[in-house]
């Protein structure tokens, strides 16, 4: 079964770090992209961050750049989310997300189909 | 950043009503795009990709439609399990992918 499973989440105070993990199993996870979206209380999906198959290309939102990183581990099938600085807007349930993509005609369409269920982060005093 | 307009943000339906969801876009993003569905509490699962291809294992009753700018999501027949907040998310800029707030789809 194709499965992604997040770890890590849990209250910090603001300013404070936290690492988030994402286990995959069930695919060739060295084989794919992977995300991290979030979805404050009450709010809609953001994406946080990409990462490329080897680990070479990053991406980050505006919103996190310069506080998150991003990084994979391609022998422990596992993603991760370094948080610092932690704000209270960034309080929110994370899911790291695998990306596929279909070829039609001469066009590559990306969409995630593998979702893991989320790990909730507050950062509040 | 592209950003993604649903209307309307909230719906209230019957079983067995057919109902529209329309997402715009700030900018052409040809068929890069994406519908989701989220139950409270759970992660969002892919309904529809490329703007109108019905990923596999969902329910023929949902339906995909547009390009360019204006795209709309469509239940053909509305079922209790279908209650859930959908979201269209585009791919034009991926890997930037943008969401649109959700549309929030309640029992009358």
């Known amino acids: 079964e194709v499965q992604l499973v997040e770890s890590g989440g849990g209250l910090v105070q603001p300013g404070g770090s936290l690492r988030l993990s994402c286990a995959a199993s069930?695919?060739?996870?060295?084989?794919?992209?992977m995300n991290w979206v979030r979805q404050a209380p009450g709010k809609g999906l953001e994406w946080v961050s990409y990462i490329s198959s080897s680990g070479s290309t990053i991406y980050y939102a505006d919103s996190v750049k310069g506080r998150f990183t991003i990084s994979r581990d391609n022998a422990k099938n596992s993603l991760y989310l370094q948080m610092n600085s932690l704000r209270a807007e960034d309080t929110a349930v994370y899911y790291c997300?695998?990306?596929?993509?279909?070829?039609?005609?001469?066009?590559?369409?990306?969409?995630?189909?593998?979702w893991g269920k989320g790990t909730t982060v507050t950062v509040s005093s | 950043d592209i950003q993604m307009t649903q209307s309307p943000s909230s719906l209230s339906a019957s079983v067995g009503d057919r109902v529209t969801i329309t997402c715009r876009a700030s900018?052409?993003?040809?068929?890069?795009l994406n519908w989701y569905q989220q139950k409270p509490g759970k992660a969002p699962k892919l309904l529809i990709y490329a703007a109108s291809s019905l990923q596999s294992g969902v329910p023929s009753r949902f339906s995909g439609s547009g390009s360019g700018t204006d795209f709309t999501l469509t239940i053909s027949s509305l079922q209790p399990e279908d209650f859930a907040t959908y979201y269209c998310?585009?791919?034009?800029?991926?890997?930037?992918?943008?969401f649109g707030q959700g549309t929030r789809l309640e029992i009358k």
């Open positions: 900018q052409s993003i040809s068929s890069y």
């Open positions: 997300a695998r990306p596929d993509q279909i070829r039609v005609d001469y066009y590559y369409y990306y969409y995630m189909d593998v």
């Open positions: 998310q585009q791919s034009y800029s991926t890997p930037r992918i943008t």
């Open positions: 069930g695919f060739t996870f060295s084989s794919y992209e």
